[in-house]
């Protein structure tokens, strides 16, 4: 299944690039995570991470500013996905039986619990907080000839940390929790311990202490004190 998964999803991104629309995404979600392998190839002591979902995520920074007309569900029909809606405000899926593709954007102030229509793509995006801290630092890596853009490796895994505690699902929390740990170990490993600390001392007080919370719960030492001591001079 999983190389499966794999040449579908080269071939969606395959597609995106030929009509313009990568530049215009961020992939998100457990794919991001395991194209970080190529981000972190060559470091031995990296945890090379597995495909176990579905789900691919991208996410659009900035949809008003989307100058491509694709209408994706037609790109991609013949692959043999097809339309989905889920919930009654009818926010679309892309569904296939080895992927599911969705497309996010941040919520902005309050939210409105209703899709963003992008009609230049075909398409609808699902509004969701906490997404800004991804899009705001974002790396490239190359796979097949193409430029991805992922969010930065500390910004995803501390976003997990974030909103596992938020996940009704004890599953899906672990899984969250579990990636971002091999994430920020794949980055210490990497020697870069200090992009850890910047893009912590970054967020606000309230989420520091919501990672540190959820560190401490599942015992998590390592990680907690490089964070802790983060924490304890920011204070001073």
């Not at 672990?174 to 740990?181: G, M, Q, V």
Request: aromatic share 8%.
């Amino acid at each position: 299944m999983e190389r499966k998964q794999l040449e579908l999803c080269r071939e969606v991104l395959r597609r995106f690039h030929a009509h313009g629309l990568l530049k215009d995404f961020i992939l998100v979600g457990s794919w991001a995570a395991y194209f970080y392998n190529e981000y972190f190839s060559g470091v031995t002591k990296a945890e090379r991470i597995t495909i176990k979902t579905r789900d691919i995520d991208f996410l659009i920074s900035n949809p008003l500013g989307i100058k491509s007309e694709v209408d994706i569900p037609k790109l991609l029909e013949d692959l043999g996905f097809l339309i989905v809606f889920k919930g009654s405000e009818g926010y679309i899926k892309l569904d296939h039986p080895d992927l599911i593709l969705e497309f996010l954007v941040a919520e902005k102030g309050k939210g409105e619990d209703k899709p963003v229509p992008l009609p230049r793509l075909g398409v609808n995006a699902t509004a969701l907080r906490f997404l800004n801290f991804l899009s705001d630092n974002v790396i490239k890596v190359k796979v097949d000839n193409l430029v991805i853009a992922l969010p930065h490796p500390a910004n995803f895994a501390l976003h997990k940390l974030i909103i596992y505690q938020r996940r009704s699902r004890q599953e899906k929390a672990d899984k969250d929790f579990n990636t971002a740990i091999s994430v920020l170990n794949s980055l210490i490993a990497k020697g870069e311990v200090e992009i850890i600390k910047t893009v912590f001392y970054s967020i606000s007080v309230k989420w520091q202490r919501k990672i540190i919370k959820g560190l401490e719960q599942r015992g998590e030492k390592d990680i907690l004190g490089i964070l802790k001591q983060i924490s304890t001079n920011n204070k001073k």
